[in-house]
């Protein structure tokens, strides 16, 4: 007879517990990045809402971004960082291909011998990690899970490049996500089309580099392409995590999309017909799009100013290179 395997299970519910961020030291305007695309900073304002963006200096990783925010996250959950048995971290921006960004925070933190890895799902990642984390600790894997968006995206810059350069900056954002007595983590609707992998991607490979048959890989993206798929086909995803949740716009509190563009951002609150009450994220004005980092850090700067949203929901959904979306709806700490 075959011995039956215990399986566990965990807490019935989950929430963020609190918010953590750290950005690039350097406030980069516009006028700095003018020059080699032959642009101005009205056309880039116009564009994409953004007046500067913070970029880390040459020595700051995104690791170290990543562990300057967890700890702030952790501190103000109020709780031993060798409590967190889990830490996610989403990225496309670890210096080394291994090991992860995750072991080395984890211990960093003092959550050493923590089970960490790392994700790579680009401007969606930090969605995906709190979906991941929900799923964890519901099933009895993890008891406190430290999810992190960090990015040191100037290091895949050209400052040349028209498409997307000018977009990017650096830094990180965390949470802590545990057990609750209400459901503080709605259903998560994520997904893929590697069918549109070139919309935006890296315009080579590291082996290329290696064999000096191109520069270094930089960030690119087809702008038309992306935008389209943001402001049409991610609308749909956003009103089906809002479905998803039993709940509808005008229930929301705050609404935090990825910091891809100011003029995205803006259409996704018509399409959604978002009332006023409901406080619309807007990071990417001063702080760019640092692609995993940008929602959590959107989140953590809209509670600063506006604690009055803490106990509200909130609809977040991340879009990116993949292409991968990921969307659901949360419970401000």
Known sequence: ????????????????????????????????????????????????????????????????????AAAEAIAAAGIDPSLVDAVIVATISNPRQTPSVSAIVADRVGANPAAAYDLNAACAGFAYGVAQADALIRAGAAHYALVIGTEKLSDVVDPTDRSISFLLGDGAGAVVIGPSDYPGIGPTIWGSDGSKADAVSMNH?????????????????????????????????????LEAAGIEAS?????????????????????????????????IETTGNTSAASIPL?????????????????????FGAGLVFGAQVVVLP
């Open 1 to 68: 007879m075959t011995p039956t395997l215990i399986q566990p299970t965990g807490a019935a519910h989950t929430r963020i517990l609190s918010y953590g961020a750290a950005r690039g030291e350097n406030a980069v305007p516009n006028d700095d990045l003018v020059g080699p695309i032959d642009s101005s900073d009205e056309w880039i304002r116009q564009r994409t809402g953004i007046v500067t963006r913070t970029r880390a200096n040459a020595e700051t990783t995104a690791i170290d971004l990543a562990t300057d």
């Open 205 to 241: 490979t590291l082996v290329e580099f290696r064999d000096g048959l191109a520069p270094w890989p930089t960030l690119r993206q087809e702008g038309p392409t992306v935008f389209r798929w943001a402001v049409w086909e991610m609308v749909k995803v956003a009103r089906q995590a």
């Open 251 to 283: 229930d929301l509190a705050a609404f935090v999309p990825h910091q891809a563009n100011m003029r995205i951002i803006d259409e996704f609150a018509k399409q959604l017909k978002l009332p006023d009450s409901v406080v619309i994220g807007r990071d």
């Open 298 to 318: 959107a989140t953590h700067r809209l509670l600063k100013e506006h604690p009055e949203l803490s106990g509200g929901l909130a609809l977040q959904i991340g």
